[in-house]
């Protein structure tokens, strides 16, 4: 069963425009990561959030981790077509595995 | 940038033809993963591993089966290839000293079973 929900699956905005990806879990997290794949490749690390109300930011994007730690959001301020591309949230499984497990992913298209 | 190699990067084989997905990594990484990624962008997680000669199976029931007899080295390997098995497969390692590691990846081995 999916663990992690993303929204919205996919969005597609004009450049410049300022865009938000949800990510939510049932389930209190050990630590939220943001990760960014372009088409047919491996996953880039963006962002990891560890604590309740932690915010952190990476030139125009930012990422926030609520104080329950079960809901996060990816912002992008000013959106650019090297922004577009796959975003997923990942999370530990709160067991004593810890696996890494990870959202559906939402699909980002920036138009020029 | 993430020292972990995935070879090959693309791969179109024969139904029924036995194939071995590689999977390195030079950071001493004790955990690695191995990811079936659908066309639609979902990761599932098939494989795992704690470290060397620990494996279990991940959420997403696959007919493949991987090794580590190395902790640099995770390999995946399809007895009998099959059209069912045409997807990305994404490998990945992280630091197993605590929760809160990133996980690294490598670029994927795109598979098409004809």
């Known amino acids: 069963s999916q663990e992690l929900e993303q929204s919205p699956q996919s969005l597609i905005v004009q450049e410049g425009k300022n865009l938000t990806i949800n990510c939510t879990s049932s389930?209190?997290?050990?630590?939220l990561y943001w990760y960014k794949q372009k088409y047919g490749e491996g996953l880039i690390f963006l962002m990891m959030?560890?604590?309740?109300?932690e915010e952190k930011s990476h030139e125009k994007i930012t990422a926030k981790l609520d104080e329950k730690k079960q809901q996060s959001s990816l912002h992008i301020t000013a959106s650019q077509p090297s922004h577009a591309g796959i975003y997923l949230c990942?999370?530990?499984?709160?067991?004593?595995?810890?696996?890494?497990?990870f959202g559906s992913g939402t699909r980002l298209l920036v138009r020029p | 940038e993430a020292d972990i190699y995935q070879t090959p990067r693309y791969l179109v084989i024969g139904t029924g033809k036995k194939i071995t997905l590689e999977c390195s990594q030079t950071?001493?990484?004790?955990?690695m993963y191995w990811y079936q990624q659908d066309p639609g962008m979902e990761l599932h997680l098939i494989h795992y591993?704690?470290?060397?000669?620990?494996?279990e199976k991940g959420d997403l029931s696959s007919e493949s089966t991987v090794s580590r007899i190395r902790t640099e080295h995770f390999p995946l390997t399809l007895e009998s290839a099959r059209p069912s098995h045409t997807s990305q497969y994404l490998c990945?390692?992280?630091?197993?000293?605590?929760?809160?590691?990133?996980?690294?990846f490598g670029q994927g081995t795109r598979l098409t079973v004809v």
């Open positions: 950071m001493g990484h004790d955990k």
């Open positions: 990942g999370a530990a499984r709160m067991d004593s595995s810890y696996k890494l497990i």
């Open positions: 591993s704690y470290g060397v000669n620990s494996t």
């Open positions: 990945a390692s992280s630091d197993g000293g605590g929760v809160y590691t990133e996980a690294f």
């Open positions: 389930k209190t997290l050990y630590g």
């Open positions: 959030l560890q604590k309740g109300g």
